[in-house]
């Protein structure tokens, strides 16, 4: 059966997902402060010095007061000051600053134009569609408007790897499982959705903008096409 949705994973997937050194140097830079290796170095081992279980545990996504105090209480076990504390948490929940992929403005064009459903399943604490509201297609639409649902674990109090985030997708997709993939970068949390019967393709993590890797949700679900002249001449199943 051919695939008419295709549900995406945000950070890994579709941004570069930040890492705690990205997010000290980028708080540490706003702040004017030091931001030489020592300087970062430093604040690093006073983070990995306290325990941060919470903190990397996906219960916190299922709402956003509870991921804000996690947080909170692990930037107090590791000493931080309360302004370079509040300017981390910042970095780390304003979802502007994670840089899309290249290819995910031509893969959601491409999907859109050919009658495929877009749905977005994340752990997150804060909402994406002003994010993808604020990218722009060349006829003047915004990726928001070609994204059919939303599965956000901040409003669903759920999050991946529990069925219940890729159920409540399924359902705002308006299709069965076995009609859409999953798309992901880790196995633990979205290869979850295969339990729902759901093919999941799990790509390497994104590591920069200019990683292109999103061709090969079309190779699945629109054969044959690319991402490089679809845009001009759409080939849906």
């Not at 000051?81 to 992929?101: C, G, I, M, Q, W």
């Not at 093919?199 to 994104?206: R, Y």
């Amino acid at each position: 059966m051919a695939f008419k949705g295709v549900l995406l994973d945000w950070r890994g997937t579709l941004v570069v997902a930040p890492t705690y050194r990205w997010l000290e140097q980028t708080a540490l830079k706003l702040l004017d402060r030091d931001i030489s290796a020592e300087s970062v170095d430093a604040v690093l081992a006073r983070l990995q010095g306290a325990d941060a279980s919470e903190v990397e545990s996906s219960a916190i996504d299922t709402d956003a007061a509870l991921h804000r105090r996690a947080y909170a209480a692990w930037f107090r076990a590791a000493d931080l000051d309360e302004e370079l504390a509040e300017r981390l948490y910042a970095v780390e929940s304003t979802a502007a600053l994670n840089p899309f992929a290249a290819d995910v403005g031509p893969l959601l064009r491409t999907l859109h134009a050919a009658g495929v459903r877009i749905g977005v399943v994340s752990d997150i604490h804060v909402d994406l569609r002003p994010v993808f509201a604020q990218q722009n297609n060349p006829d003047g639409s915004s990726w928001a408007d070609l994204v059919d649902a939303w599965a956000l674990s901040y409003e669903l109090g759920v999050a991946k790897p529990a069925p219940a985030i890729f159920a409540a997708a399924l359902n705002r997709l308006g299709l069965p499982a076995e009609q859409v993939l999953m798309v992901g970068d880790r196995g633990a949390w979205d290869g979850a959705a295969a339990e729902l019967g759901i093919t999941t393709l799990l790509l390497p993590p994104l590591r920069a903008a200019d990683d292109l890797r999103l061709q090969r949700v079309l190779d699945l679900v629109m054969p044959g096409a690319s991402l490089t002249n679809s845009e001009r001449s759409p080939q849906p199943q």
